[in-house]
């Protein structure tokens, strides 16, 4: 079987009133335990509107991605799997890549739950140019 995820993309903005390690805590929910001591969290201090600091914090997933989508999709509740089916459309982006947003507080309980809210962690799932995306949605479990 021909891999069907290029890459995947996570990032989470840590407010002045949020805890990093928290936030970070989160993030790792989205990736297996056995491959979170790999990975490299890349850290950028911005300032917000207001003048206030935000710290972003990313991390870019490539060798493991397929198994990391199929992680999240079996943390994925059978309702948020039809919500991610019939909103698929207004989620997919030029260059194959489906966006999602997911709920932070729940990220830090070790569960996922897609949001519209802002205080989300960001996700975006980078398929192979050459595969049909709801296809390949459907392989790797994040759609029925």
């Not at 990391?68 to 943390?75: F, G, N, P, T």
């Not at 802002?118 to 050459?130: A, H, L």
């Amino acid at each position: 079987m021909v891999d069907l995820v290029e890459s995947i993309h996570i990032e989470a903005f840590v407010h002045a009133t949020e805890s990093r390690n928290k936030v970070l805590k989160a993030m790792l929910t989205f990736i297996p335990e056995e491959l979170r001591s790999s990975l490299k969290i890349s850290e950028y201090k911005v300032k917000g509107h207001y003048g206030n600091p935000i710290r972003i914090l990313r991390v870019c997933i490539r060798k493991n991605s397929e198994s990391v989508a199929k992680y999240i999709a079996s943390l994925l509740s059978d309702d948020d799997k039809r919500i991610l089916l019939t909103t698929l459309n207004d989620r997919i982006g030029n260059g194959n890549k489906l966006y999602l947003r997911f709920d932070k507080q729940y990220a830090l309980l070790g569960k996922l739950k897609l949001s519209h809210s802002g205080s989300v962690i960001k996700v975006v799932i980078s398929f192979k140019r050459n595969v049909e995306l709801r296809e390949a949605c459907k392989q790797v479990g994040l759609i029925s």
